[in-house]
């Protein structure tokens, strides 16, 4: 199938920056939209922002201005810089793909989830 691996969170002040990076590997045929998702504790797992294979991007307005997806296709890997974070930012973040992959001789469709990865920001 298709396995998604997260690094690059970690505990930060207000204002700083930190960097997420996701690689997927497998039997991958192609991967269309890649995204990264939050979830604060107590809520709701959200999209905070997304990528298609073409470059297009969409972003939650709350961090419209601040963080930046980028992907190298090459590598089948994501990434989401965060600038200027906030207390509010605080949440795992998860990685998240929607892929084809090769099954035997045929081609399956998967909307794979990396493990998390633990943003912190402090006041």
């Known amino acids: 199938q298709v396995q998604l691996v997260e690094s690059g969170g970690g505990l930060v002040q207000a204002g700083g920056s930190l960097r997420l990076s996701c690689a997927a590997s497998g039997r991958i045929f192609s991967i269309n939209t890649m995204g990264w998702y939050r979830q604060a504790p107590g809520k709701q797992r959200e999209l905070v922002a997304a990528?298609?294979?073409?470059?297009?991007?969409n972003y939650v307005d709350a961090v419209k201005g601040r963080f930046t997806i980028s992907r190298d296709n090459a590598k089948n890997t994501v990434y989401l810089q965060m600038n200027s974070l906030k207390p509010e930012d605080t949440g795992v973040y998860y990685c998240n793909a929607e892929a084809k992959y090769w099954s035997g001789s045929y081609i399956r469709n998967l909307n794979s989830w990396g493990q998390g990865t633990q943003v912190t920001v402090s006041s």
């Open positions: 990528i298609t294979s073409g470059g297009s991007t």
